[in-house]
């Protein structure tokens, strides 16, 4: 996997074939992202999936969705515990805010 700019378009390697992909994100984040995709291909080669590029390419974006979805589901899940534990704090403070000074 290979990574270099040219004039807003990044030019990546992907199982053996070169690509040029116009983009305006940082460089480096798109070679990551190309390095993530060829580690998937790996990972499934040497588990024995002999299938054709395009088949193994709609595994490979099927996996990383799945990924994704599952960490925006862990995310949401973070969320709402803090989102209830501050409310937790709100109504504690306001508790406090209510009682009278002695």
Do not use: W, Y
Request: hydrophobic residues 40%; charged residues 20%.
């Amino acid at each position: 996997m290979n990574s270099e700019t040219m004039n807003g378009s990044v030019k990546v390697t992907l199982m053996g074939r070169s690509f040029s992909i116009r983009t305006q994100d940082n460089p480096e984040h798109v070679q990551a992202a190309a390095q993530r995709v060829q580690e998937q291909v790996d990972q499934l080669r040497r588990l024995g999936t002999t299938v054709a590029s395009d088949r193994l390419l709609a595994l490979v974006a099927l996996n990383l969705a799945g990924e994704l979805l599952q960490k925006e589901k862990t995310q949401d899940q973070g969320l709402n515990s803090l989102l209830s534990e501050l409310d937790g704090i709100v109504l504690q403070a306001q508790g406090l805010a209510e009682a009278p000074l002695r």
